[in-house]
């Protein structure tokens, strides 16, 4: 898989051509709000590197979904939200809407979210 995908939205928005409310960033992936929240917090933590999945970006290096956890714990804590849940949908049939992997980091009421 190569590192970007040009019809990818969300390579598009770490290449900074679509805007996102940005809550962080790191050497390796970035965090921003949900377009269409399913909890109180919802954020994505987004690798930089294009993999359709989390297997995917396992594969090609071990490291990245490490990277990812600890860029969501630092957003959700500093926004408040200690607590939360992380989830990555794998696949169509899971509900996977966007093939770039992300961790939804839900805080919240997030137990009660429909889609997730
Ligand atoms: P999936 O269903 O693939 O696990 O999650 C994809 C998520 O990306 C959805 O929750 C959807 O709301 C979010 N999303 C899709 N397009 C955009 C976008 O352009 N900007 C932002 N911030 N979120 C998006
Ligand atoms: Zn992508």
Redesign the pocket.
């Known amino acids: 898989m190569s590192a970007t995908s040009d019809d990818c939205?969300?390579c598009?928005?770490i290449a900074g051509e679509?805007p996102?409310?940005v809550l962080g960033r790191s050497e390796h992936a970035i965090a921003?709000?949900?377009?269409?929240?399913?909890a109180p917090f919802?954020a994505?933590v987004v690798p930089l590197d294009h993999h359709e999945n989390a297997a995917a970006s396992a594969a090609a290096d071990p490291a990245t979904l490490g990277h990812l956890v600890t860029l969501a714990d630092e957003v959700a804590t500093a926004s408040g939200n200690p607590d939360y849940r992380l989830?990555?949908?794998t696949g169509a049939g899971?509900?996977?809407?966007?093939?770039h992997t992300?961790l939804?980091v839900l805080g919240g009421s997030a137990r009660l979210t429909e889609?997730?």
Request: proline letters at 3%; aromatic letters at 10%; zero cysteines.
């Open positions: 939205i969300f598009t928005i679509v996102a409310d921003f709000k949900d377009l269409n929240p399913q919802h994505l989830i990555a949908n899971a509900g996977q809407t966007v093939f992300h939804h889609h997730l």
